[in-house]
């Protein structure tokens, strides 16, 4: 079934604590940047709950236009929602070491392609 993509914001959206839907769920797929943000979800047992990780296959319309230009890390942020779209990822991001090699990882990529300025 395919999941349905939300429109591009306008300001007569309804409002969420003050926020549209666009940006709360901007804010959200951002943190999947975050390896140990993902880390955490996985220690409160979030990412085995089935309604979430059907929230986290609906968040992949933020892999195309015009929705990936509105991601300030799309680089980590989408190979994130990429990798928790697998089980066995979902499983192993709970060890705090996979986090940490995440993180360096993100590190090394950011210093290299600073490089070249």
């Not at 951002?30 to 979430?52: G, W």
């Not at 929230?55 to 190979?79: E, M, Q, V």
Request: proline share 9%.
């Amino acid at each position: 079934m395919e999941q349905s993509t939300p429109p591009v914001p306008e300001d007569e959206d309804p409002k969420y604590g003050g926020y549209s839907r666009f940006e709360i769920e901007l804010e959200f797929v951002q943190s999947l940047a975050n390896p140990f943000y993902l880390n955490h979800l996985a220690s409160q047992k979030i990412l085995n709950e089935p309604a979430f990780v059907a929230y986290l296959a609906y968040l992949r319309y933020w892999t195309r236009p015009p929705y990936i230009k509105y991601l300030n890390y799309p680089g980590p942020t989408l190979k994130h929602l990429e990798l928790l779209q697998e089980e066995r990822f979902r499983q192993d991001i709970i060890s705090p070491d996979l986090a940490q090699t995440l993180a360096a990882e993100g590190v090394k990529a950011s210093v290299d392609w600073h490089k070249g300025d």
